[in-house]
């Protein structure tokens, strides 16, 4: 999935941060899964694109995605990822 999303230009970079344990209620029950957590490093301009790639590729009926929007940072690694988002797969 990582590769797919940064492939088609819809992320800069995904981290995948391993190791994760998720306890949830699903379909009236309570579910533990050993997940995978990535950080996709994307610009809002590709949220929709992502969103559909997301859903094409995860095995989840309702893979969760939430958004965190930066206000500022480092002025050269924002533009990397403006850069490396540009122009087709």
């Known amino acids: 999935m990582a590769d797919t999303l940064v492939e088609r230009r819809l992320a800069a970079c995904v981290n995948i941060v391993p190791g994760i344990e998720s306890v949830y209620r699903w ?11 990535l950080v996709i490093k994307t610009q809002s301009v590709a949220l929709e694109g ?5 859903r094409e590729l995860h095995p989840y009926d309702v893979p969760e995605l939430i958004t965190c929007n930066i206000g500022d940072g480092l002025e050269e690694y924002l533009n990397w990822i403006t850069t490396s988002m540009e122009g087709s797969p």
């Open 27 to 37: 379909q009236g029950k309570i579910e533990h899964s050993g997940e995978l957590l």
């Open 50 to 54: 992502l969103q559909h790639c997301l």
